[in-house]
Nanobody, 122 residues
């Protein structure tokens, strides 16, 4: 069972930036960032396959960038131009295939981190 530990969350004003990190205890394959706001379902934000193919939710395209460092077993999410609606708990997730499904669904991912809170004020 791989362990995933997120960090980098915090409170920022609208328009600000944050960089989330997720360190895994072993080799990382397909990885994703999800988020969950209070009272809402967990939703996929971005995915990245082992060899770099990335996908994004429409709501974060051109503002967020997902990346990875396979040598460090680390996943990143650079978040720019943050909006109050980005406020949520952010989770990293791992799927035991090198490719990622086109549409990120929670049931397709095998391991989850504990989450890191992102709060954006207007």
């Amino acid at each position: 069972q791989v362990q995933l530990v997120e960090s980098g969350g915090g409170s920022v004003q609208s328009g600000g930036s944050l960089r989330l990190s997720c360190v895994a205890s072993s080799r990382i394959s397909c990885m994703a960032w999800f988020r969950q706001a209070p009272g809402k379902e967990r939703e996929g934000v971005a995915t990245i396959a082992r060899y770099g193919r990335a996908t994004y939710a429409d709501s974060v395209k051109d503002r967020f960038t997902i990346s990875r460092d396979n040598a460090k077993n680390t996943l990143y999410l650079q978040m720019n131009s943050l909006k109050p609606e980005d406020t949520a708990m952010y989770y990293c997730a791992l799927r035991w295939t090198d490719h990622c499904p086109d549409t990120p669904r929670t049931e397709d991912y095998d391991n989850w981190g504990q989450g890191t809170q992102v709060t954006v004020s207007s």
